[in-house]
């Protein structure tokens, strides 16, 4: 009996040739030994079909995450730290990424805050034989994996835009093993590299972008423990564009005597979304998984932490913005949170992480709220009861102490509403401004002011752990502006 939907796609060949058959066999074979199956054996070991049939950007790189032995840092299911696709949410909502798929820079920008190092290249900043020695060289070692983002018209594929990972090449025939993970569809397998660079180099109709590739290795070290910027709210890329275009021309146009001039036409006319574009990472964990006490990694991360937020309080830009937003914020006063509700609010914040739905979740999913202060430990233990779906759970957020009582109400900016924010506005603000480009301020007009400026925001004689934050922040800025107004590229 005939039943409905399609069950995978004969494969076009030519041009593609299928890795399982006796020829595609007989490439492997040779290509093993030329040394340019390397990388292929990690990238089997963790290779996976695409849990949707839009998230092909998404399982490529949860494959590449694990092949690389990047710890996630969160659980997967039960006690196990694993990536899946369904995980990589951080920069747009599953439920986006589920109807549109996910964009060139996004995917960039993922690998990049989940702890990969990340070179991407449009085919117009690159060449093929750039691309070739690329492919080559992570061909060739365990070290490195190569993305590819190309149309799959070019191969007689059906479908359009589509991620997948590299898995080896083969040199005498100049053939790249594509691992396709939408293996519902077509198996892996070996087309010419020449035809998939005219494959990557196809524009975008809707955004007049050309597709790519990606170099993703590791890190020595996490690139970040404290801040990261967060994408998932509507607003974000008006506030994008307005701190790397607006800021610049405003700062052009308009006539600044100090800094204290310059924080209020910066920040009065931000957009309210500001407030949210910058998130800071937190310690959540399920207590059905969590021991009774914290691991020594947890209370490592949150002493690096805590001295984070102590070298942000030390800086000049710091200063100014606690000193501006005293200034600014009287229409707020008499507001108090109080430690119960903060830990409320960080408790929702848990809650939304764990369940993927950071733009869904409101403030009364907490219905217990506790707080034990840590002590001598750097921390504060937020232990709160959340329902997910109609499932009541408990978890717990590890809270580095010293930001248990805020220092400032945040209002927003268009002071239509006073709401608590935790870590504190100024911190939040300082990282902001550390993490534009020195450019930004290039256009004051007073030379006084724009040396002062320089020297506040100059990450040149920061400490190292604030510095290597800001530089983690400006990266994801980049990622996310190369492809701001392009819409998903679909698999």
Excluded at 332 to 360: D, F, H, M, R, W
Excluded at 428 to 445: D, E, Y
Aim: hydrophobic content about 40%; aromatic content about 8%.
């Amino acid at each position: 009996m005939a039943m409905a939907g399609l069950y995978r796609r004969a494969l076009p060949s030519p041009p593609a040739i299928e890795f399982a058959s006796p020829q595609g066999k007989q490439l492997f074979t040779e290509a093993l030994g030329e040394g340019t199956m390397e990388g292929f054996f990690k990238l089997i070991s963790y290779y996976q079909t695409q849990s949707e049939p839009a998230y092909c950007g998404l399982a490529t790189l949860a494959v590449i995450l694990n092949a690389l032995a990047i710890d996630p840092g969160r659980t997967w299911k039960g006690p196990w730290r694993w990536f899946d696709d369904t995980m990589l949410d951080c920069c747009e909502p599953l439920s986006k990424i589920k109807a549109e798929g996910i964009t060139f820079g996004k995917v960039a920008c993922l690998a990049y805050c989940n702890g990969a190092k990340v070179e991407a290249f449009r085919t117009n900043e690159s060449s093929i034989d750039d691309f070739r020695r690329h492919v080559i060289s992570c061909a060739s070692s365990e070290d490195c994996h190569v993305i590819s983002s190309y149309h799959r018209g070019v191969f007689k594929q059906t479908g359009s835009g589509h991620f997948s990972p590299i898995g080896g090449y083969h040199a005498r025939k100049d053939l790249v093993l594509i691992l396709d993970v939408a293996r519902f569809k077509y198996p892996p397998h070996w087309v010419p590299l020449t035809l998939l660079w005219e494959a990557m180099d196809t524009i975008d109709k809707a955004t007049g972008h050309p597709r790519g590739f990606m170099i993703i290795s590791r890190f020595h070290k996490a690139p970040s423990v404290l801040y990261t910027v967060s994408c998932r709210h509507e607003g974000w890329s008006k506030v994008a564009k307005y701190l790397t275009e607006d800021v610049p021309h405003r700062l052009k146009m308009n006539d600044v005597k100090d800094v204290e001039n310059l924080l209020s036409l910066v920040l009065k006319s931000a957009p309210v979304d500001l407030k949210e574009f910058i998130k800071w990472v937190a310690e959540v964990r399920r207590q059905d998984v969590a021991g009774v006490s914290s691991s020594e990694e947890e209370k490592a991360r949150l002493v690096i932490k805590e001295e984070i937020f102590k070298q942000i309080k030390e800086t000049e830009i710091f200063e100014h913005i606690n000193t501006w937003l005293g200034s600014e914020i009287s229409v707020c006063q008499g507001y108090k949170q109080t430690l119960p509700e903060i830990a409320a609010n960080v408790c929702c914040q848990g809650a939304q992480l764990l369940a993927g739905q950071l733009s869904s979740l409101d403030e009364t999913c907490c219905k217990e709220t506790n707080v034990q202060a840590g002590g001598v430990s750097p921390m504060t233990l937020v232990s709160g009861k959340i329902t997910t779906n109609g499932v009541e759970q408990g978890i717990d957020m590890l809270v580095p102490s010293s930001q248990t009582e805020p220092r400032n109400i945040l209002c927003d900016f268009d002071r239509s509403n006073c709401k608590g924010m935790h870590p504190s506005t100024a911190d939040g603000l300082t990282v902001i401004l550390l993490a534009l480009p020195q450019h930004t301020w290039s256009g004051i007009k007073e030379e006084k002011l724009l040396t002062q400026l320089n020297r506040c925001v100059s990450i040149e004689n920061i400490p190292s752990l604030l510095q290597q934050e800001v530089l983690h922040l400006r990266r994801q800025l980049h990622f996310l502006m190369i492809d701001l107004h392009e819409p998903s590229a679909s698999c």
